[in-house]
């Protein structure tokens, strides 16, 4: 399971790689992801709609995260991943994020997306544990 860095500074991803992270995707909102992979890491632009989606696509991005939460207003529409999908080239990785917080939620994007990002559900849950093996009980 990778680890994912939220990048909001351009020297942020040489930080988190020299301190030991073994992360594998850097998360970007604006920048194209030229000093993530001068590092070794692979950047997972992230998406909101479709405008973002027409701008990070010239960007020939190996992996897409589409964010379910506008952050500009805070609400979150489970429906934005499942509308932007049809606009993402084949082949290129699609991270579901946001808005994931049940095995039902975990069905409704297996098949659709490579994987999903995951923070709410676990770290506002009493057991954490538990809210972890409630999303995975997706075969059950």
């Known amino acids: ?79 934005r991943v499942f509308e932007l999908l049809p606009f993402i080239p084949k082949g290129t990785i699609i991270v579901a994020e946001s808005g994931i917080q049940s095995s039902e939620d975990m069905k409704r994007l297996m098949g659709r997306v490579d994987a999903v990002l995951v923070g709410e559900a676990i770290v506002s849950a009493n057991r954490p544990d538990e809210a972890i093996r409630g999303l995975l009980s997706v075969n059950s």
Not at 18 to 23: D, E, L, P
Not at 34 to 53: F, I, K, N, T, Y
């Open 1 to 79: 399971v990778p680890l994912l860095d939220h990048i909001v500074v351009g020297l942020e991803p040489v930080v988190g790689f020299r301190r030991g992270g073994r992360a594998r995707c850097g998360r970007l909102a604006t920048e194209d992801g030229s000093l993530v992979r001068a590092v070794g890491l692979q950047p997972l632009l992230e998406v909101h709609d479709r405008e973002d989606l027409k701008n990070a696509l010239p960007l020939n991005p190996r992996a897409i995260g589409i964010n379910a939460r506008d952050l500009r207003t805070l609400t979150l529409r489970k429906e």
